[in-house]
């Protein structure tokens, strides 16, 4: 039944199905090829959404549409470059810092891209950035959003395998800063041996003081929701609903620039993407079903504590399957397919579910850099307006500090198990 499942799954995708129509198509088939009840593939599809953390994805997006409709990101970009001043690859570290900030309330890589990478790539162009490397920057950063909290993938992740979504999430803060100081520390090292040029910015205690009270409404966001998580007194979903409203309250009563108009038009937004994250959770939940039918976890698990009991071994082998697949399958449907397969297998070696989550979701937005499938890559070429190959060749530097927070994240699991195992005393 799985071979059937996967044959019919790929052959969908070469042809160009989106992967949705290919989970879905491939699940049909099989169970109709296999006698079982056409129903399931409804019940399977409609039970996979009945989940309370789900819910917090459109809200996600819902806020982080109606934070960059009101135009808080310039204002944001502009405090952070009178903050990080003159210095040589100034604007390309500023682009770093206001993907982790912007990151607050996003919750995915795409998001923070459409948001902040016209105005990161056209300031950088400005003050005589190669534009490949503006583009390469601006997508190496956006891997940022994903791991730090709000996080969709991590949100989805959490639901597949049952583990804590809150601690999840928090877990996600120290690799995130991690993954922020490899970013800069890459920047100010190419900065050095390139002759970056500095910022056209005239900072000053007045001029960051201005800016920073017209951009204290909107920083207060991230940190609602961060401290809301922290607490404990909101899930996911609660702080999703909070910062959702509080980005309502600051566009129609702080900023002022928030119409009903463009409401209507962040929530005609919002359903269109949950339409299509939703469309795939459900399609996978039924292709997973199948799978497990077939016992292809069980196998596979056998399979991978056959070839060795040793965590940090199945970490990096399940680390080089991910960087794989990263490149052809879109990360969310990854996830629904793969981790109710390897998961089970790698807890029961002992490697913390904690740090396995965050390994699986960084890996797989890693793949978002890489060709032939990378959906960062095909973003920003129309962004910029530029071809994917030029993209390709000003992502390629930033892969080392990538694949460096990867290594310290998959080898140490005190960066991700640190922190929520300190608040959960």
């Known amino acids: 039944m799985s071979i059937v ?39 399977r599809a409609v039970n996979a959404l009945d989940s309370t953390p789900l819910l917090a994805v459109p809200l996600f997006i819902l806020a982080a549409s109606l934070l960059n409709t009101m135009g808080v990101t310039t204002h944001i970009f502009d405090l952070v470059r009178l903050m990080v001043g003159r210095i040589r690859g100034a604007v390309a570290q500023v682009s770093i810092l206001v993907s982790l900030i912007f990151s607050g309330v996003s919750g995915a890589a795409l998001a923070d891209i459409g948001a902040l990478g016209k105005i990161q790539i056209d300031q950088m162009v400005a003050q005589g950035y190669r534009k490949n ?61 390139y002759d970056l040029p500095r910022d056209t910015v005239s900072p000053s205690l007045r001029a960051v003081g201005k800016k920073a009270v017209i951009s204290l409404p909107a920083l207060i966001a991230p940190i609602i929701l961060i401290g809301g998580l922290l607490s404990g007194y909101f899930g996911p979903t609660e702080v999703a609903g909070v910062t959702v409203a509080y980005a309502l309250l600051i566009g129609f009563f702080v900023y002022r620039t928030l119409t009903f108009g463009a409401v209507w038009e962040s929530l005609r937004e919002t359903v269109e993407a949950t339409g299509g994250i939703l469309f795939i959770v459900s399609t996978a939940a039924v292709f997973a079903w199948v799978l497990t039918l077939d016992r292809v976890p069980a196998i596979a698990g056998e399979w991978l504590l056959g070839i060795s009991d040793n965590p940090l071994v199945l970490l990096l082998l399940v ?21 109710p397969i390897v998961a089970p297998a790698l807890h ?74 300190l608040l959960s005393r």
Do not use: C
Not at 7 to 18: D, E, K, S
Not at 28 to 37: H, Q, R, S, V, Y
């Open 319 to 339: 680390n080089l399957l991910l960087l794989v697949v990263g490149m052809f399958l879109e990360s969310i449907a990854a996830i629904l397919i793969i981790a």
């Open 133 to 193: 490397f503006a583009a390469g920057i601006t997508i190496a950063a956006a891997t940022i959003g994903p791991i730090f909290p709000p996080s969709i993938p991590l949100i989805i992740y959490a639901s597949v395998t049952n583990v804590s979504a809150v601690q999840l999430l928090v877990a996600g803060i120290v690799p995130a800063l991690l993954i922020t100081l490899f970013l800069m520390a890459q920047v100010a090292i190419i900065a050095r041996f």
């Open 5 to 43: 499942l996967i044959v019919v799954f790929a052959a969908a995708l070469i042809a160009g199905a989106p992967i949705a129509v290919a989970l879905g198509l491939s699940s049909a088939i099989a169970i109709f090829m296999f006698d079982l009840p056409l129903h399931v593939l409804a019940q």
């Open 348 to 421: 029961a070696a002992g490697v913390d579910p904690l740090q396995l989550g965050i390994v699986f979701v960084l890996n797989l937005m890693i793949g978002l850099l890489t060709p032939p499938i990378g959906m960062s890559l095909y973003m920003v070429s129309i962004i910029a307006k530029m071809p994917v190959h030029s993209v390709v060749r000003g992502v390629l530097p930033f892969f080392i500090p990538l694949i460096l927070s990867l290594l310290v994240v998959s080898t140490v699991p005190a960066v991700s198990t640190w922190l929520p195992q």
